[in-house]
């Protein structure tokens, strides 16, 4: 009811909407109507309400519901379902818990995390209100192996969506991105697989959007930044949100439908922070010397060792740090 009220008063954005007229659409009392008007302003939503005219909208909070980002949303199953949380420990791990019951698309996003996870058992800072914060569910028909790549696939959605918003970013392989030099994006992908069918997938993305200076732990201000850092300004969250999912399912489906990993790939080989440069493959808490020279069809970097020797290396089974740092 409440998200049906709210979906009229933002049909008619400058207009007043009579509480009679309300009530008489939802075969409801006036002052039923006035209980839900309440718990939106509740909310954040500014609406105005005058005696004789009814109730107008102002303005929308600054938060990740699928009612606020659902008029630039052009999808057809991503993100058509929203979990949304105000706090959670981890959305990956609420996402785990739900996706054998949900279908493909249906995303968890938090305004806070309270134990965000980082790859390799690393915690992820997840400020409230600062960041995107969210895990996709998928089920696609592919063998576990070839759904490997699927964290590129989510890489360069995200590369992209920055990129309609004017905003340069770096893909360094396989799962983070890059703002001028420094880590704004983390991808964490989870997997519940047989032998050879998924269950499902998870996707989780971290976007540090408008996080300030101080919100960055000291002991990551010289890998870390935010959107709002690199830009000089705040970000619409809900802009670059809906722009991501647009650009994932664009991606997604040529991938399941015809396991076609050209077009993500090569965003990602365009715009990489790896390839051409030193890196250090850390495999086995062994750590090698290379250079970075490509990414295969397959989305595994290939890599030339100081011996000469090349190996094709799968995102799983090593670490890639910069020669000199973190790139
Ligand atoms: C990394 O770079 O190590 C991956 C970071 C992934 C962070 C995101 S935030 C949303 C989702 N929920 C989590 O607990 N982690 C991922």
New binding site residues.
Partial sequence: MKKSILKILKNNKDKFISGEKLSEEFDMTRSGIWKYIKMLKEEGYDIESVPNKGYRIVSSPDILTLEEIEENLNTSFIGRKIYYYDSIN????RAKEMAFEENEGTLVIAEE?TK????LG?S?I?PKGKGI???MILKPELGPINAGSITLLAAAAVHSALKNLDINSEIKWP??LLIEGKKAV???TEMSAELNRINYIVI???INVNLNEEDIPEDLKARATSIKITQNKKVDRKKLLSNILNEFEKLYIPFVREESTAHFLSICRENSATIGRKVKIIKNKEEKGAKALDINEKGELVVQYEDGKIENVFSGEVSVRGNKGYI
Avoid: E, V
């Fill in positions: 981890s959305t990956n791990d995390q965000g996870k980082g790859r690393r992820w997840s914060w969210m895990s799962n983070d983390g991808i964490l989780g993305i971290g």
